[in-house]
């Protein structure tokens, strides 16, 4: 085995004898010869006999499969990486920062409905809102940890953390002054609602879609092609196909046996290139289509369902106090109708990505059909306000039974079954995707050093001849 | 809030041309008068057709308070309201010390609450016989035009756009506008002390164009880092709570009700502007008009003991000091 080389070694020696004749030609121009120069020329003078040629053909052909198999081991281990990223690191960031968006929402919405209830919150609704902060303010710590400070995310998680306890203080003195029957705990809730609405929650959403970005940046690394371990990979399987040619043309023997076993590794590597990576390629595609797509659309659904529960929970908090710009309708009973538009529309938008999928559809169905319901009796409810029976309208939205508060209940609930689904879908398409590229790595190296040192007997097989 | 500056203009024009009769209406103009869709509780209301009301209306409009003269006989209005059993009323419940829900026991109180308890059992013998129903202000005129409730008992201010629209009693309180601020603050009042002091005013606001016009300096304006004009005017003690502003200004009648929510606030100076308080329905009910008049006498009488006092002592007089009686009564 060792042979080869030593020989390759010795051999240029005879050779070079009849090369001195190019080089007086090439001598005048530079005083100092390069390396290069010279190289080139060691390789002229070798070319001219049948060793010299299979010498430096065997070299290239190794050279070729060598790089082919390290070309593919380093972008599969990139795009590797990339779908590890999307399982396991910007995926969950991501669904972070949807969960830390969703639960300044619900807290503000919580806040509103315990406020309502009167001088003494439901302890199941102070519980709800107690735990929202506490997981808004967990998953920020996280995200911190996470995300570059100086980035955009950086910046949204700094201010949400410095907004978020003045969100709480403004809370804790509604709560102070309804307690004490005083109407200006209501303007407190409703500034608290403000500040939530105008500066915490468009923060979290531009956190939520930056972390979203950030995933399909990594989706879209993990996707693209390995084109240029293809093209390699078709050039060494060229200049193999080429060496066999030339050496059946020459000697007539069908098979050299090293270079068919450089041909079969390559090939080998090519195809689980190709193969895998297409596999990998549509597994993370239908995790991003009909997972996190899904997600998106859903998370947005579920922001829009909360942000008009709280308003209409305000509108029964402000009792008429706030109107629109040109006087003539409630502002909560507006943002109330464009936030409940919004998310019938996504609803219809989930139905669509959801279609085929029935443990997916379903819960996007009874959604869509409690949103509707809920519509019905808000209408409802806010004739009854007007026609002056206050109480009646907030049994109607506060109320255990028949009341919109139970619709939006479903709603909530039902939207929650639907993103576990979709996010079980993602999770298990994710994996599929990222598994696919498992050992192509290190299998696509161990094969082109195999195929390399298969040409490089095959090779010195022939070279043995001229001996 | 285009409409208002050329409004003033106009109101500027005709005022002139009846120099001698508008000499007030003139020089309070913008602040009492053509504040068409002003009110207590600091939201504008009405449109466009409200304010050109005000351009036409200010000649011939000179004493928008005086109103029919009192009697407790019957009519077709209150007949019905005695068939139906209950009187309808359209009331705040937003307002502390006026029209209010008292989230303890769950039912309204205020000032105003008392007044329409005495027109209930002056009409139908029982106080408590009355439908309350809890009206934005926005909707107050709708609901008397289209009969949604017999009257409005809402911090209503009396001015000569509405007497247009909605039929008016006589004047059951006098209001003005009036500097709220912290005890121990340096502002005395609507003058040279609010110099460079930020202050709150609800959106649209009589507080704001009297600010526009005269502000002694005062940072009164929205800036992009800072907001000063808010929806309402509770909104702006919740701002002089957490230190985004040092001085409120609004209706006294509502300054109260604010003061009495924060022992550390105070009215300071005196109010810089009249305005009257009414009990509004719907044109033609003449009757009832008469009626509540009748029973706005009634509610005014024996001085100190009257009934009127009682109810100032209530929910008005620890925050709302000085006010000796109710407003004289003007019919025409």
């Known amino acids: 085995m060792a042979h080869p080389p030593t020989t390759s070694a010795e051999a240029p020696a005879p050779v070079q004898t009849s090369a001195p004749a190019p080089a007086p030609v090439l001598a005048p121009a530079p005083a100092r010869r390069s390396a290069w120069s010279e190289g080139t020329d060691r390789l002229r003078a070798a070319a001219t006999t049948e060793p010299g040629r299979l010498r430096i053909i065997g070299a290239v052909i190794a050279v070729l499969v060598v790089a082919f198999g390290a070309v593919a081991a380093f972008e599969i281990s990139d795009r590797s990486a990339a779908a590890d990223d999307v399982v396991s690191r910007s995926q969950p960031l991501s669904a972070d920062a949807a969960n830390i968006y969703r639960s300044l929402a619900d807290a503000?919405?919580?806040?509103?409905?315990?406020?309502?209830?009167?001088?003494?919150?439901?302890?199941?609704?102070?519980?709800?809102?107690?735990?929202?902060?506490?997981?808004?303010?967990?998953?920020?710590?996280?995200?911190a940890a996470n995300t570059d400070s100086s980035s955009d995310s950086g910046q949204q998680i700094a201010q949400l953390n410095e907004w978020l306890p003045r969100y709480t203080g403004l809370i804790e003195r509604a709560r102070a002054n309804n307690r004490q029957g005083l109407p200006l705990g209501g303007a407190y809730l409703r500034y608290a609602n403000q500040q939530m609405t105008t500066q915490l929650l468009p923060a979290a959403e531009k956190l939520y879609d930056a972390e979203t970005g950030r995933l399909y940046e990594d989706y879209d690394s993990a996707e693209i092609w390995p084109y240029?371990?293809?093209?390699?990979?078709?050039?060494?399987?060229?200049?193999?196909?080429?060496?066999?040619?030339?050496?059946?043309?020459?000697?007539n023997r069908v098979f050299n046996h090293g270079l068919v076993a450089a041909t079969v590794a390559s090939a080998v590597v090519l195809l689980w290139l190709g193969v895998g990576h297409a596999v990998a390629r549509s597994d993370l595609a239908t995790s991003r289509t009909h997972g996190q797509e899904s997600l998106k659309v859903l998370n947005d659904a579920r922001i829009n369902s909360l942000k008009a529960r709280a308003n209409e929970n305000l509108t029964l908090v402000a009792r008429g106090a706030v109107l629109t710009k040109d006087g003539t309708q409630d502002q909560y009973e507006a943002d109330y109708g464009g936030e409940m538009k919004s998310l019938l529309a996504g609803l219809t938008q989930a139905k669509g990505l959801a279609k085929g999928d029935k443990a997916g559809l379903d819960p996007v169905n009874l959604a869509a059909t409690s949103a509707d319901i809920w519509q019905g009796r808000h209408t409802k409810a806010r004739r009854t306000d007007d026609n002056g029976d206050y109480d009646g309208a907030l049994t109607a939205v506060i109320g255990a039974k028949n009341s919109t508060g139970e619709c939006f209940d479903q709603v909530d609930a039902a939207i929650q079954?639907?993103?576990?689904?979709?996010?079980?879908?993602?999770?298990?398409?994710?994996?599929?995707?990222?598994?696919?590229?498992?050992?192509?790595?290190?299998?696509?190296?161990?094969?082109?050093?195999?195929?390399a040192a298969g040409a490089a007997v095959g090779i010195s097989r022939r070279l043995s001849e001229y001996r | 809030m285009a409409k208002k500056p050329r409004l003033r203009g106009w109101g500027g024009v005709t005022g002139m041309a009846a120099a001698c009769v508008l000499t007030a209406a003139v020089t309070l103009g913008p602040i009492a008068y053509s504040s068409g869709g002003e009110d207590g509780d600091g939201a504008r209301i009405g449109g466009q057709g409200v304010g050109q009301g005000v351009t036409v209306q200010a000649a011939d409009c000179t004493d928008?308070?005086?109103?029919?003269?009192?009697?407790?006989?019957?009519?077709?209005?209150?007949?019905?309201?005695?068939?139906?059993?209950?009187?309808?009323?359209?009331?705040?419940?937003?307002?502390?010390?006026?029209?209010?829900?008292?989230?303890?026991?769950?039912?309204?109180?205020?000032?105003?609450?008392?007044?329409?308890?005495?027109?209930?059992?002056?009409?139908?013998?029982?106080?408590?016989?009355?439908?309350?129903?809890?009206?934005?202000?926005?909707?107050?005129?709708?609901?008397?035009?289209?009969?949604?409730?017999?009257?409005?008992?809402?911090?209503?201010?009396?001015?000569?756009?509405?007497?247009?629209?909605?039929?008016f009693s006589t004047a059951y309180f006098q209001a003005g506008q009036q500097v709220l601020a912290p005890k121990g603050s340096p502002i005395t009042g609507y003058n040279d002390t609010l110099k460079g002091k930020k202050v709150c005013t609800a959106t649209g606001s009589t507080a704001y164009d009297a600010l526009k016009q005269k502000s002694f300096g005062a940072v009164f304006e929205d800036t992009a880092s800072a907001k000063r004009t808010v929806p309402n005017q509770?909104?702006?003690?919740?701002?002089?709570?957490?230190?985004?502003?040092?001085?409120?200004?609004?209706?006294?009648?509502?300054?109260?009700?604010?003061?009495?929510?924060?022992?550390?606030?105070?009215?300071?100076?005196?109010?810089?502007?009249?305005?009257?308080?009414?009990?509004?329905?719907?044109?033609?009910?003449?009757?009832?008009?008469?009626?509540?008049?009748?029973?706005?006498?009634d509610y005014r009488a024996d001085g100190k003991k009257s009934k009127w006092m009682q109810a100032y002592r209530t929910w008005l007089a620890s925050d709302l000091k000085g006010i000796s009686g109710p407003p004289v009564p003007k019919y025409r």
């Open chain 1, 417 to 451: 079954k639907a993103i576990d689904h979709e996010q079980k879908q993602f999770t298990t398409a994710a994996q599929d995707g990222r598994d696919a590229l498992t050992g192509l790595p290190i299998g696509a190296a161990v094969l082109a050093v195999l195929g």
């Open chain 2, 234 to 297: 509770l909104d702006c003690l919740v701002r002089l709570q957490i230190g985004e502003v040092d001085a409120v200004v609004t209706d006294n009648a509502l300054a109260a009700g604010q003061a009495a929510q924060d022992p550390a606030v105070e009215l300071k100076g005196d109010p810089f502007t009249t305005e009257y308080y009414g009990v509004a329905t719907k044109i033609g009910k003449d009757d009832l008009v008469r009626r509540i008049n009748q029973v706005l006498v």
């Open chain 1, 228 to 251: 240029f371990g293809i093209a390699v990979g078709v050039i060494a399987l060229g200049g193999l196909f080429y060496a066999q040619r030339r050496s059946y043309l020459r000697t």
């Open chain 2, 64 to 167: 928008p308070e005086a109103s029919l003269t009192p009697s407790s006989g019957d009519g077709p209005t209150i007949d019905k309201i005695k068939q139906a059993g209950k009187l309808v009323v359209g009331v705040d419940q937003n307002s502390y010390r006026w029209g209010y829900r008292n989230p303890a026991t769950r039912s309204l109180e205020g000032f105003d609450i008392d007044l329409v308890r005495a027109i209930a059992q002056n009409i139908l013998g029982d106080p408590d016989a009355v439908i309350y129903r809890a009206i934005p202000t926005n909707q107050r005129i709708e609901a008397i035009q289209k009969d949604k409730v017999d009257i409005v008992v809402r911090t209503m201010t009396i001015n000569c756009a509405r007497i247009k629209q909605v039929a």
């Open chain 1, 108 to 143: 503000d919405t919580a806040a509103a409905s315990g406020f309502l209830a009167g001088a003494i919150e439901p302890a199941d609704v102070q519980a709800r809102y107690d735990k929202d902060i506490a997981t808004a303010s967990r998953l920020l710590v996280k995200a």
